[in-house]
């Protein structure tokens, strides 16, 4: 059982760094970004592929997120200047990447047993196995990045970033330009998820050119949990939620395949967890609804 629950934390970290990029389109801009399903494969065929050849993992991580920095760009693009609807521009990517990404690996599955990845130079540098090379560095990077992405968004960019999110009117009223703000937040949105699929990729030894289908909906899974049980008023709560969602969210789907769900369901299950997530805060919202009724009938009746 401490290995299951270590398997789930060390995968949660990883994941957890894609729920930031998911954070910052679906709940920053407003844009159910598609692009990340085919992100994800794209930054982990490319360290892959970098690995295979010879050359530094840690490199192949760098190149991943600046694959990821193109693709969020090119569906920017797309939305911003053609005026293709978000959702359509995130799905054309997405299809378009995954042509990509087969390009980029040269076949559908590219192994990496018996080769170093970053995780072995963490584990021969701090002593410690596999799992904890991979919490560890899981760990580290995500609040690295928590913290940068806190300090990014105080900003006089990041701030425009955010306010094009909530009301765009206003922001061009102010003389900002809200097509570069929003091809800024995709483009730093798909970096952290290619970053993630680049991390997740080394855990796992292989990159495979499906590994993203359905990672949208993890990342929602994830950034759902972490506001629900973990989110307060403040925005650096909020980017800490996503770690706390994403690790809980690994921990749920370990302790149900323990229980004898079978694997075929699973991602049944992760839909049907998004949607009573999503619907969590309405339930909510009606129960204070039903006290303050109840409340305003006591007094009348008074």
């Given at each position: 059982?401490?290995?299951?629950?270590?398997?789930?934390?060390?995968l949660g970290l990883l994941w957890s760094?894609?729920?930031?990029?998911?954070?910052?389109?679906?709940?920053?801009?407003?844009?159910?970004d598609l692009t990340v399903e085919g992100?994800?494969?794209?930054?982990?065929?490319?360290?892959?592929?970098?690995?295979?050849?010879?050359?530094?993992?840690?490199?192949?991580?760098?190149?991943?997120?600046?694959?990821?920095?193109?693709?969020?760009?090119?569906?920017?693009?797309?939305?911003?200047?053609?005026?293709?609807?978000?959702?359509?521009?995130?799905?054309?990517?997405?299809?378009?990447?995954?042509?990509?990404?087969?390009?980029?690996?040269?076949?559908?599955?590219?192994?990496?047993?018996?080769?170093?990845?970053?995780?072995?130079?963490?584990?021969?540098?701090?002593?410690?196995?596999?799992?904890?090379?991979?919490?560890?560095?899981?760990?580290?990077?995500?609040?690295?990045?928590?913290?940068?992405?806190?300090?990014?968004?105080?900003?006089?960019?990041?701030?425009?970033?955010?306010?094009?999110?909530?009301?765009?009117?206003?922001?061009?009223?102010?003389?900002?330009?809200?097509?570069?703000?929003?091809?800024?937040?995709?483009?730093?949105?798909?970096?952290?998820?290619?970053?993630?699929?680049?991390?997740?990729?080394?855990?796992?030894?292989?990159?495979?050119?499906?590994?993203?289908?359905?990672?949208?909906?993890?990342?929602?899974?994830?950034?759902?949990?972490?506001?629900?049980?973990?989110?307060?008023?403040?925005?650096?709560?909020?980017?800490?939620?996503?770690?706390?969602?994403?690790?809980?969210?690994?921990?749920?789907?370990?302790?149900?395949?323990?229980?004898?769900?079978?694997?075929?369901?699973?991602?049944?299950?992760?839909a049907l967890t998004v949607v009573v997530?999503?619907?969590?805060?309405?339930?909510?919202?009606?129960?204070?609804?039903?006290?303050?009724?109840?409340?305003?009938?006591?007094?009348?009746?008074?």
């Amino acid at each position: 059982m401490e290995q299951v629950l270590l398997g789930a934390l060390s995968l949660g970290l990883l994941w957890s760094i894609m729920a930031l990029g998911v954070y910052i389109t679906y709940r920053i801009l407003n844009i159910a970004d598609l692009t990340v399903e085919g992100t994800l494969t794209l930054g982990a065929a490319v360290t892959a592929q970098m690995i295979y050849a010879g050359q530094s993992p840690f490199l192949g991580m760098m190149l991943s997120f600046g694959a990821g920095l193109l693709a969020g760009l090119a569906t920017g693009l797309l939305h911003t200047k053609l005026k293709i609807p978000a959702l359509l521009s995130g799905i054309l990517t997405m299809i378009a990447l995954y042509s990509i990404n087969l390009r980029v690996m040269g076949k559908a599955n590219l192994s990496l047993l018996r080769l170093g990845t970053a995780y072995t130079v963490i584990g021969e540098w701090l002593g410690l196995d596999k799992t904890w090379a991979v919490i560890a560095a899981g760990a580290v990077m995500s609040l690295a990045l928590v913290f940068i992405l806190y300090w990014f968004f105080g900003t006089e960019l990041g701030s425009a970033i955010r306010a094009t999110g909530n009301n765009p009117n206003m922001v061009r009223a102010q003389g900002i330009h809200t097509d570069t703000t929003v091809i800024l937040g995709l483009m730093v949105s798909n970096g952290l998820v290619a970053l993630s699929g680049s991390l997740i990729a080394q855990s796992q030894n292989y990159a495979d050119v499906q590994m993203g289908v359905g990672a949208i909906v993890i990342g929602l899974a994830s950034l759902i949990i972490g506001e629900v049980l973990f989110a307060r008023n403040n925005f650096l709560s909020r980017l800490l939620s996503m770690i706390l969602g994403a690790v809980s969210y690994r921990i749920i789907i370990a302790l149900v395949l323990r229980l004898g769900m079978p694997a075929d369901d699973l991602k049944l299950f992760t839909a049907l967890t998004v949607v009573v997530a999503l619907f969590l805060p309405r339930l909510k919202e009606m129960r204070d609804t039903a006290r303050h009724v109840t409340k305003g009938s006591h007094h009348a009746e008074r």
